[in-house]
């Protein structure tokens, strides 16, 4: 079975630093893409990074300079690096990824996500 592993959340002040991770593990021929969500309560999943078809990475304007998203194929995991961290900043992050399994078909995946709390 294939899952998804978020790990790296947690309270920090604002302007500090944080380190998530999301893991694949199962059974699994190919992972075409891996990007990270948030949410807030009571408030709609917004994409914050992902990598793009083109080899890059895109980001949301709220966290564009200060998020990094990078991966590390052989450890089938993704990273968000997060730096000068804001209040706003404060949500559950989920990582999020279509990969292609036995059934060939590819399909989208989410982890379980991780809580970020940004303390002022």
């Known amino acids: 079975q294939v899952q998804l592993v978020e790990s790296g959340g947690g309270l920090v002040q604002a302007r500090g630093y944080l380190r998530l991770s999301c893991a694949a593990s199962?059974?699994?021929?190919?992972?075409?893409?891996m990007c990270w969500y948030r949410q807030a309560p009571g408030k709609q999943r917004e994409l914050v990074a992902r990598f793009t078809s083109g080899g890059g990475s895109n980001y949301a304007d709220s966290v564009k300079g200060r998020f990094t998203i990078s991966g590390d194929n052989a450890k089938k995991t993704v990273y968000l690096q997060m730096n000068s961290l804001k209040p706003e900043d404060t949500a559950v992050y989920y990582c999020?990824?279509?990969?292609?399994?036995?059934?060939?078909?590819?399909?989208?995946?989410w982890g379980q996500g991780t809580q970020v709390t940004v303390s002022t």
């Open positions: 199962g059974r699994i021929i190919r992972i075409n893409g």
């Open positions: 999020n990824a279509e990969i292609t399994t036995r059934e060939l078909r590819p399909r989208d995946y």
